[in-house]
């Protein structure tokens, strides 16, 4: 989605932007390239800079119930220092980095329903102005992609993805909010666990794997939530679905508290922003996965439809609150 727009604080006259993102998906802790487009107005106009902003639709959990947020998590200067002269076009090529962090939209060429984007923003005559929002694509690396298919090889089901607002103590996350993929049990776990959520915190030197079961109350017992975490490496070679079904186990099998600790990576506080742990509303039930992996199942094209609302939803909603 590309939107060109007037810079509004300068009015009829001024420059226009139009921000094109190089076609793909890019992936966490990769670059992101593309160029931006300026038209020049009326007159000469001085750009003192160019910067992209990165920002999700988040979650978030309070007293009162759920809401929901736009959140900017990462902002580059591109470009900016010259004059453009009336009525020209001068366009600036940009190459950054995403953070490691950077949420996962896209599996297998499916949209999940998390929605990322890049705003661009320019600093023209004194005045700052948000002239462009356009959709951000992220494809999963390679070991994320490996240990969902490993949970999709084992049965588990795609449900939904969103993001958290908050953190996840004793972990080194650095965004103000975490992605939740949740997934519905294998057959072999249907008895124990209602659902899985896997969360994702990627860095420079590997992941940092976080699952929560919602586990099945019993005879005598209330169900509760089990979380615990494992670390992996970028370029780790392993049987993932053994190993992934190794970790629900352990998470399965713990019985008591609401949490449970592995070794020296135990998960003390789940969340720090209070209030009682609850997935927000995703897209809804998907088909199982089949064998080639967890795949992202379309019920009857409702799941789709949805997530198409949600992304117009998102930038016209900016472009409204903006205009």
């Known amino acids: 989605m590309v939107l060109k727009r007037l810079l509004g604080s300068l009015g009829v006259g001024g420059p ?70 009336a009525g ?53 690396l390679p070991v994320q992609e490996a240990i969902l298919e490993a949970f999709g090889q084992l049965g588990f089901g795609f449900r939904s993805a969103d993001l958290e607002y908050g953190h996840i103590a004793g972990t080194g996350q650095r965004l103000p909010f975490y992605q939740e993929v949740e997934l519905t049990p294998a057959p072999r776990y249907a008895h124990q666990v209602n659902e899985i959520e896997v969360t994702f915190l990627a860095n420079p030197g590997g992941l940092e794997v976080v699952l ?24 780790d070679s392993r049987d993932w679905t053994a190993e992934v079904d190794a970790w629900v186990r352990q998470l399965t099998e713990r019985h008591g508290g609401a949490h449970v600790h592995t070794g020296p990576y135990a998960v003390h506080d789940h969340h720090d922003h209070g209030g009682d742990h609850r997935s927000g509303p995703g897209m809804g039930t998907a088909v199982a996965a089949g064998a080639a992996g967890l795949a992202v199942g379309v019920a009857g094209g409702l799941v789709a439809a949805e997530v198409v609302d949600e992304v117009g939803d998102f930038f016209e909603g900016d472009e409204e609150d903006e205009g």
């Open 212 to 235: 929560e079961a919602d586990k099945r109350g019993g005879l005598f017992s209330g169900g509760h939530d089990a979380l615990t975490r494992f670390t992996v490496g970028h370029h």
């Open 88 to 140: 020209q076009p001068h366009s600036v090529p940009f190459t950054v980095t995403l953070p490691w962090e950077t949420p996962v939209t896209e599996l297998h060429g499916q949209h999940l329903g998390v929605v990322l984007g890049v705003r661009t923003e320019l600093a023209v005559a004194g005045a700052r102005d948000k002239g462009d929002l356009d959709q951000l694509s992220i494809a999963p």
């Open 16 to 85: 226009t932007v139009d921000t094109v993102l190089d076609p793909g998906a890019s992936r966490p802790g990769g670059t992101l390239t593309g160029q931006v487009h300026l038209e020049g107005g009326q007159t000469d106009f001085d750009i003192e800079d160019i910067t992209l902003e990165l920002v999700a639709r988040v979650e978030a959990e309070h007293a009162e119930g759920e809401s929901e947020g736009v959140v900017a998590f990462e902002r580059f200067t591109v470009g900016g220092g010259f004059r453009l002269a």
